[in-house]
């Protein structure tokens, strides 16, 4: 395991709709706001072993909230999707 993986991986992002992109071999993590499409790449092969096929990343933007008259702001996001090759999977959640 790179030092490297670690600067871009923070952890796995679990939704429902990850969920069904697991079934399609595509699994979805949360990324440090520095990270790139070849560091994501090599961090995911380096941890768990896979090959990856494609990188595909989304910036969430911040998104304004209100608690009665009190306004703040969510904090934005970086998440990152990767598609493996045919037949690999990743066990993110032990079952």
């Known amino acids: 395991m790179s030092s490297t ?13 990850a969920a069904d992109l697991a079934e399609q071999s595509q699994y979805v993590f ?3 706001p520095r990270a790139n ?15 990856v096929i494609s990188v595909h990343i989304i910036s969430i ?9 009190i306004e703040g702001w ?4 970086k998440k990152a999707i990767v598609r493996l090759r045919e037949g690999q999977k990743i066990e993110i959640l032990p079952r």
């Open 61 to 69: 933007p911040p998104k304004k909230r209100r608690r009665g008259r």
């Open 74 to 77: 969510r904090k934005g996001y």
């Open 37 to 51: 499409k070849p560091a994501v790449k090599k961090a995911v092969q380096d941890l768990y072993g896979v090959e």
């Open 30 to 32: 949360r990324v440090l």
């Open 5 to 17: 993986a670690w600067q871009a991986l923070k952890h796995p992002h679990v939704t429902e709709k």
